[in-house]
Structure formats: C-alpha cells, structure tokens
C-alpha cells in the first residue's frame, strides 16, 4: 500500500490528464451521435477482422489435424492390406507404415537428402524404406529420437532393385542428375518389350522396399553400350517437389531374414 501512495504521488500529474481525458472521450461520445456511430463502426469493423483472422487459424489448425489423421489412417491400412494378403507378390514380410511429414528436403543437389520429424521414439532405425502415397521416396540413413535423415532417390549413392510390371524383368534404378523427374533404369534384357507408360516397381528383392511400390513409367528405351541390355529412360511417381506426408517402412521378418543370409552366406 505504501508504494502504491507513493506511485499516485509521483505521477500525480500524469494519473490526472489520463482521467481527464477518458472523462472527456466519454463526454464526447455520450453527446455526439456520429463520433459514437463512427467509433461503433470501426471498431465492429476491428472485430470482423480479428474474428476472420481467428477462423483462419483455427481452420489450418484443423486442416492440420485432419491431415495428419488421414495419414495415420491410411498407414493402418496399408499395413493391414498387407497382412491380410499373404498370397500377394506384395505381402513378402510383414511392414509396417508410420506416417511422418517432410521438414525439409532437396531436388538441386548430386546427392539430395530429406529431413522427417520422427525418429527412434517412433521406432525409425537406419536402412528403413520410405515411400509416399504415389511411390518410392528413399531410405533412412540416420536417426535421432525425434527425426531422421533420408537418401534421397534422388541421390547418385541410392540404387533400387525394380521389376517391370507387364514382363517381370528385374533390373537397377538409378538418378540421371538431368532433372528431378527422370531417372534410369538398366540390366534390362535388350529383347524385352517396352511402351511408354508401362509401370516399373519395387522388386522385394531386398529386406528393404515392399514389392509392388510404384516406382515409375517408362518413357523411352534404347539399347545400352554392347547392345545385349537396354537403357529406360522413366518419369517417378513421386513428384518429389511436392512431397510432404510419406511413409516410413518397417519389416518385421527383417531380423530373421537377414539371420538366414547370414548363416547361408557363412556355409
């Protein structure tokens, strides 16, 4: 209480013009109809804005959610297809789909890499696969609690084993490095017959991608150096310019599949 005398006898001055002038504001105002109709005005005007503002937020925020629900959604989904279809070429392993969103990510570069905000918490580890809901995106080179760091596909280190979906032919993926749409695609067999638009996946034949993943179409193909190969030029699915929810694969069957190579290898 003694401080706050003395605050009112310090700036005694100043306490008095604001009262003053609120008195007179209100004088003002209360005997004026069109300064009273004008403050009205702007001051719904104010609070229109404020509230439009406000919904919009609100409106992204639950933009927001939904879309992550959807993903989760449709991870669960995915992972139940699977497990529901042994007989499939797309159920070799039991996978797991964990929905996660981009937080950064690079196309310009020799060797592109992604930036994912979850990580071992969410139970991501090194050498997982991640795809989007149109194809294959890459996989996890290193991981921390809450994020982890992806090889990009597009990135001249990643190779990816690829079937052609009409013939069965297997064959390697690559990055051209002409531009992030287009890729290669090599140890085809130069007697198979190729159009363009015809599908190439995911071969499973590694612990790492599910078979089946939409990879690309084919575009053109020409005969390699020494004529006995082909050289396919394909468009990826992916549109990795617009990436934001993708997916984190994780095998189950990996632990003992790469045991029973092991053992086979060590015979």
Known sequence: MRNLIRFVLRYNFPILFLVFELIAIILIFSHNPIQRGKLTSQTNSFSTIVFDKASEVTQYIHLRRAIDQLAKENSLMRSRARAVRPDSIDSR?????????????????????????????????????????????????????????????????????????????????????????????????????????????????????????????VIEATPAAGGNFLEIRARLSTDFKKLYTVYVVKNTDIKEVKELEEYDNEK
Not at 192 to 215: A, H, K, Q, T
């Open 93 to 217: 392993g039991s996978y797991v789909f964990i929905p996660a969103r981009v937080i950064n990510n690079t196309v310009q570069f020799e060797n592109n890499y992604l930036t994912l905000d979850i990580g071992t918490r969410s139970g991501v580890e090194p050498d997982m696969a991640v795809v989007s809901p149109f194809g294959i995106v890459g996989v996890v080179k290193t991981v921390s609690p809450n994020y982890c760091r992806v090889i990009s596909v597009l990135n001249s280190q990643l190779r990816v084993s690829v079937r052609l979906s009409k013939s069965g032919y297997f064959g390697s993926l690559s990055w051209d490095r002409l531009n992030y749409r287009d890729v290669l695609v090599t140890e085809i067999p130069s007697h198979v017959s190729l159009e363009p638009g015809d599908s190439i996946v995911s071969s499973g034949y590694s612990s790492i991608f599910p078979s089946g993943e939409p990879i690309a179409t």
